[in-house]
């Protein structure tokens, strides 16, 4: 056991070393089956030392099942797993974990591993017991601590132990906390901000064999190319379990594919795993269709000379031959049943409203004076750019979430549900699946309950399983079919499409289609999006603009805009005067130079100004308010700005092809949006100088 290791003194040194341990994990004829769920059937894998292995398979085939087992955490039931006893295995588990929440984001991600406390305490002890022989002047018993004493230290610092503080900062901030974020109790962050936490602390010390299970659910873009960046420079073996298409193409050296209860290793990147595997389906279907022409050919001659004398032998040789054959087996998509889930009773008109919401995390302003309104039948999608607050709206929605200021009215008669990857709190763990299911709160026969079962992909004897039991994917699904099954008159589906592989994404896109309540969605899933939604909403920097139309639309229209914004800033022709410097006006202090302007008007000109400004009073206070609002955007666009050019420098971001073209285009849209702000702000200061 590693804790063992760090304090037995009589260890050699080197042993200690990170990195010189050779670390090579193999399973061997690997068995392992949950009742009649066979998840390995005779799978055997090799992996090398500092490979970086993108794991896949659909929902339950048994990925975090396999992390289970490479970890010692899970026996299989037959076959031989190999691993070093002297490496340091870390490992970020596809649920959050439980910690405390009085701690601090920063004392939680400093947290020491128990091996490393134990080092730690090891050496505070030896400190001591060397002080209290100075007294005694003990000098052979002295050295030998002291020898022990080094190669403690040694080892310590190897594993970083001296420098955690400086990189858990640096980390958490790559993981996209702020620094003010350090001091804050972890009871106040959300799942996914916990799940970062479990991130750095795993990231803070150097491990041998690093195991993440879906560690980009909970990461926004920025944080995802943060870390592939670390994980690329980082030693030791990586295994991933990720749906991330891109993070997995740049940083894996293999994909190992369960494939009916095999591992299949396929070299090269994610895209040349897909490749290879259509590859290998179309070989396999057109080997099948050639056996299938055999077969029949056979078939055919059985049944013409079946009742030949003549031809008997050769009758019944072929019919021995046929039933020799290894007939290719092809998976074929699970047959997706028609069904027609219940609806809610219909909810009033209005469904739901916020009026002048202002909500706050402690300095930080999301909404300040928010209208917002929803009404029956919309399918609305919020969307905007990470930490706009899509997710800070929904919970005020849902009504899990307290604001600042400003009202909430829920309309006549309106049932709401609020589903996050993170509310699985709705299921009883020690229920089984069908049990969970049927208590979704309206009365269905066990046999639709099945059948919505079987269509969520948990077919036959797989709904008496324990929910506890269950993989993260099966637990989104069961928590989906149980509000389904029961649905509310407002459905608010915060990234609903996390964990779910392609064909739960298909199922849940099917279920929507025929719901007549309301629905608010967030989603990064454009092909769910497409599917589901009426209406597009954008937030942005606390203000929100309607797109009334389809997800498709909103793409449309959004490109449109920003391109008609690009084109009018590179329409425009030589500035007539130069750009007026961006200090606000102080308008409360008389101008010197107005003044000397003034001196030319006339005493009643003089009074018909002062009198006008009285009029405009009002106006000049909107006016004087907008400019302080376009000042502040300025300024955190360029910021953003700034940033992004950043990252455009980098030539990491080119390793993703994609994402340096996102982050191209995002850069053009800021510049769009930075043009239009400061010719507003240009026509806003003239206005308010034409007042004077
Ligand atoms: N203790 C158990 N008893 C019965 N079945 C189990 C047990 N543990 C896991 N299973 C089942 O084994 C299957 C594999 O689970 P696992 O969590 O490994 O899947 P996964 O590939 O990680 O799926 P996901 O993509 O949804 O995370 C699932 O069907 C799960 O219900
Ligand atoms: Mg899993």
């Known amino acids: 056991m590693p804790a063992k290791m760090f304090v037995d003194s009589t260890r050699d040194e080197s042993s200690l070393r990170v990195g010189i341990v050779t670390i090579m994990i193999s399973l061997q004829n690997i068995t ?34 396999l992390f289970s087992m490479i970890l010692g955490r899970a026996e299989p039931d037959s076959g031989e797993i190999e691993r070093p006893t002297k490496a340091r295995f870390g490992y970020l588990a596809q ?20 091996d490393l406390k134990a080092a730690e305490q090891a050496l505070h002890e030896i400190e001591q017991r060397i002080h209290q022989l ?58 996914g901000w916990l799940m970062r936490i479990s991130l750095a602390r795993l990231l803070l010390l150097p491990q041998d064999v690093l195991l993440l299970d879906e560690p980009t ?19 030791g073996t990586l295994l991933l379990v990720s749906h991330d298409r891109e993070f997995l193409n740049n940083l894996v050296t293999s994909v190992v594919d369960i494939d009916h209860g095999r591992l299949v290793e396929y070299r090269g990147n994610y895209d040349g795993f897909l490749e290879a595997k259509t590859q290998r389906r179309d070989q ?69 409203t916020l009026e002048g919401v202002v909500k706050r995390y402690g300095d930080l302003s999301v909404y300040d004076g928010l209208d917002f309104t929803v009404e029956r039948g919309e399918r609305l999608a919020l969307v905007g750019p990470n930490g706009a607050g899509k997710s800070t709206l929904m919970k005020i929605v849902a009504g899990v979430l307290d604001v600042d200021k400003g009202r909430r009215t829920i309309g006549h008669n309106v049932q709401l549900a609020y589903y996050t990857q993170y509310r699985l709190d709705m299921l009883d763990s020690e229920a089984t699946v069908l049990e969970n299911a049927m208590r979704s709160g309206r009365r269905h026969s066990e046999s639709v309950v099945r059948s919505v079962l079987g269509r969520f992909l948990f077919p036959g004897d797989e709904v008496f399983k324990r929910a506890g039991v269950l993989s993260g994917g099966e637990k989104s699904r069961l928590a989906l079919v149980k509000i389904l099954l029961n649905p509310p008159n407002l459905l608010m589906l915060d990234e609903p499409t996390i964990h779910l592989d392609i064909q739960s994404v298909q199922a849940l896109i099917e279920a929507l289609s025929g719901y007549t309540g309301t629905l608010i969605t967030i989603s990064h899933d454009v092909h769910f999006l497409r599917q589901t939604v009426n209406n597009v909403v954008r937030i942005e920097q606390g203000s929100m603009r309607r797109y009334l139309g389809g997800y498709a639309y909103y793409e449309e229209k959004w490109n449109q805009e920003q391109e008609a914004l690009l084109a009018a800033r590179t329409g425009e022709t030589t500035p007539v005067k130069p750009p007026p410097v961006r200090v606000a006006p102080d308008t409360s202090k008389s101008d010197p130079t107005a003044e000397a302007t003034r001196g030319f008007k006339s005493k009643e000109q003089r009074r018909q100004e002062a009198e006008h400004r009285k009029r405009n009073g009002s106006s000049r206070r909107k006016l004087e308010q907008r400019l302080h609002h376009v000042e502040a955007r300025v300024v955190e666009l360029e910021a953003q700005q700034q940033v992004l050019v950043t990252v455009l420098e980098d030539p990491e971001t080119y390793t993703r092809a994609e994402l340096a073209q996102k982050y191209n285009r995002d850069l053009q849209q800021l510049q769009a949006d930075l043009d239009r702000y400061n010719a507003e702000w240009e026509d806003l200061v003239e206005e308010l100088d034409g007042m004077d």
């Open 284 to 352: 396999l279907l057109a080997a099948k269709k050639n056996q299938d022409r055999e077969v029949e050919r056979q078939e055919r001659f059985i049944e013409r000379f079946r009742a030949k004398a003549t031809k008997a032998r050769q009758v019944q040789s072929r019919i021995k031959a046929l039933e020799k054959i290894d007939r290719i087996q092809i998976e074929t998509d699970p047959d997706v049943l028609s069904f027609r889930f219940p609806q809610p009773d219909p909810s009033g008109h209005r469904v739901v």
């Open 95 to 114: 649920e959050p974990e439980t910690v405390n929440l009085d701690k601090t984001v920063f004392e939680l991600a400093t947290e020491l591993p128990e």
């Open 134 to 191: 100075d007294q005694q002047d003990d000098a052979p018993e002295r050295s030998r601590l002291l020898l022990q004493m080094g190669h403690l230290q040694s080892s310590f610092e190897m594993l970083g132990g001296y420098e955690l503080e400086h990189r858990a900062e640096e980390i958490l901030c790559g993981l996209g906390f702020r620094v003010s974020d350090f001091k804050r109790p972890a009871r106040e962050l959300s799942g």
């Open 217 to 235: 659910n909970h990461l926004d873009l920025e944080s995802v190319l943060w870390l592939q960046r670390f994980l690329l420079g980082a030693r």
């Open 32 to 65: 392992k089956a949950f009742g009649d769920k066979v998840l390995f059937d005779n799978a055997s894998l090799m992996i090398r030392e500092g490979s970086r292995i993108g794991l896949v398979g659909p929902n339950g085939s048994g990925k975090s099942t």
